[in-house]
Nanobody, 118 residues
Framework: VQLQASGGGLVEPGGSLRLSCAASGSIFSVGTMSWYRQTPGKQRELVAQITSTGSATYVSSVKGRFSLSRVNANTVYLQMNSLKPDDTAVYYC??????????????WGQGTQVTVSS
């Protein structure tokens, strides 16, 4: 089982990016999928998460600017609009996954860098 995160990059303030996270492998079920972000010297912060039924929640600093959608059972998109320099971070996706014939485990993607700068 792997979680593959992609879509980061360099964008000017006010711009947009879309991150994607896809779980692959011999998967029976994927639970709530989450995005965290981390900057050097700071704790990893939960940005948004979405349940298997599509209910999303956000940290207050991104409400109204970020939108998390679940396009299928194993894939989510994080649409980030009106980006600010404070959004600069490495973004990680994570989810509990139950592989076929195995129990639930937490998996993390490799992280994707988002840089907001002029």
């Amino acid at each position: 089982v792997q979680l593959q995160a992609s879509g980061g990059g360099l964008v000017e303030p006010g711009g947009s990016l879309r991150l994607s996270c896809a779980a692959s492998g011999s998967i029976f079920s994927v639970g709530t999928m989450s995005w965290y972000r981390q900057t050097p010297g700071k704790q990893r912060e939960l940005v948004a998460q979405i349940t298997s039924t599509g209910s999303a929640t956000y940290v207050s600093s991104v409400k109204g600017r970020f939108s998390l959608s679940r396009v299928n059972a194993n894939t989510v998109y994080l649409q980030m609009n009106s980006l600010k320099p404070d959004d600069t971070a490495v973004y990680y996706c994570t989810a509990p996954v139950r592989p076929y014939g195995s129990s639930w485990s937490e998996y993390w993607g490799q992280g994707t860098q988002v840089t907001v700068s002029s």
